[in-house]
């Protein structure tokens, strides 16, 4: 019998995100007023740093044509528990992490690893832009234009050997730049650091799975990932880590940051699925980012027809 630990994810629950934005322009007017007036509000929080532009093609076949979320939201109202648990606490506390130099490291199970410098990366692959949703599991969802590249040929480059049958992401561990990893941060420990996620080899290698360096025609926003992360579209959004150090090839399924957490609550597979209810709220609908109206969660999110084949003959209530 697994023991249930008393919920210690709350805060994002309480908070409706469509109310917790609107306060939040509240509060920046307010901010903004105070900046206006004459020697008041210089000390201010200050201003994010200019992104850097960063063009691509968008890919139409892969993209919703649905209209995009605000990027005000996109960059605002953020999972990123390096940051804390709190929505604004990434773009609050996002400017610790430092994203030049950056290396990945591509190892494991392949024939040739190798530590790739992110702007290389940006080289060696051509981006594309392609405009998905991303569902998080707290059952809010948002439309982004992201930039990257499929993770297939980076995977085919080192080429993985028989053995390689699953995909370890693992996010940056640095408690100078990730505040939550110091210990007794705010009396608070909520995850075992580094986040790890993982995928099974095929759907790694699925033409949809993208690594992501930029989103709304500019670089990632540290708050979303800097400089590198994952974007699985199908999957809830804890499944897309972000700020990745290194992506390691394995035998074994990888035993995942929220896993270990809470195993009854977050599966390995994690695929959006209306039909298998969160063990403290449903999954059957959601909210999208900027609407009040509450949408039907469709399954893997909308894109049953191109990844449900990699599913066949699984039970998806199981394997949640
Ligand atoms: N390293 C790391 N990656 C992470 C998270 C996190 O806390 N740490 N949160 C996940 C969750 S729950 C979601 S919903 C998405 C949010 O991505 P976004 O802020 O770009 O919308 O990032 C995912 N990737
Ligand atoms: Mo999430």
Redesign the pocket.
């Known amino acids: 019998m697994l023991i249930r630990r008393a919920p210690r994810f709350t805060a994002s629950e309480i908070t409706d995100p469509t109310l917790y934005l609107s306060r939040r322009e509240l509060i920046s007017g307010a901010a903004a007023a105070l900046v206006l007036a004459p020697g008041l509000g210089e000390a201010a929080t200050p201003a994010p740093p200019a992104l850097q532009a960063l063009s691509a093609t968008r890919h139409a076949a892969f993209s919703l044509t649905e209209p995009l979320t605000k990027v005000e939201a996109?960059t605002t109202?953020?999972?990123?528990?390096?940051f804390g648990v709190n929505k604004d606490d990434?773009s609050r506390l996002g400017h610790t992490l430092k994203p030049r130099p950056w290396t990945v490291q591509v190892d494991g199970f392949v024939s040739k690893p190798k530590t790739f410098d992110v702007d290389e990366l940006m080289r060696l692959f051509p981006l594309e832009e392609r405009v998905y949703s991303?569902r998080?599991?707290?059952a809010w969802s948002?439309v982004?234009p992201w930039i990257g590249f499929p993770l297939a040929p980076l995977l085919k480059r080192v080429e993985p050997t028989g053995q390689a049958k699953y995909v370890e992401f693992t996010?940056l561990l640095d408690p100078n730049q990730f505040p939550a990893q110091k210990p007794g941060f705010f009396g608070f420990s909520s995850?075992d650091w580094p986040?790890v996620?993982g995928l099974r080899l095929d759907e790694a290698m699925h033409p949809l799975t993208l690594l992501t360096v930029g989103?709304y025609g500019k670089v990632l926003p540290n708050?979303?990932?800097a400089p590198v992360?994952v974007v699985i579209p199908w999957k809830?959004?804890?499944?897309?880590?972000?700020?990745i150090v290194r992506i390691r090839l394995v035998s074994e399924q990888p035993k995942t940051a929220w896993e270990k957490a809470a195993p009854q609550e977050y599966g390995f597979y994690s695929n959006v699925n209306p039909a298998v209810s969160h063990p403290r709220w449903s999954q059957a609908d959601e909210r999208r980012i900027g609407e009040f109206r509450r949408r039907p969660t469709l399954p893997f999110n909308g894109y049953a027809d191109q990844v449900a084949a990699l599913y066949t003959g699984m039970d998806l209530k199981k394997n949640y």
């Open positions: 996109a109202y953020n999972n990123f528990y390096e990434p991303l998080c599991v707290e948002m982004i996010t995850l986040y996620e989103m708050q979303n990932g992360r809830y959004g804890f499944k897309s880590a972000k700020s």
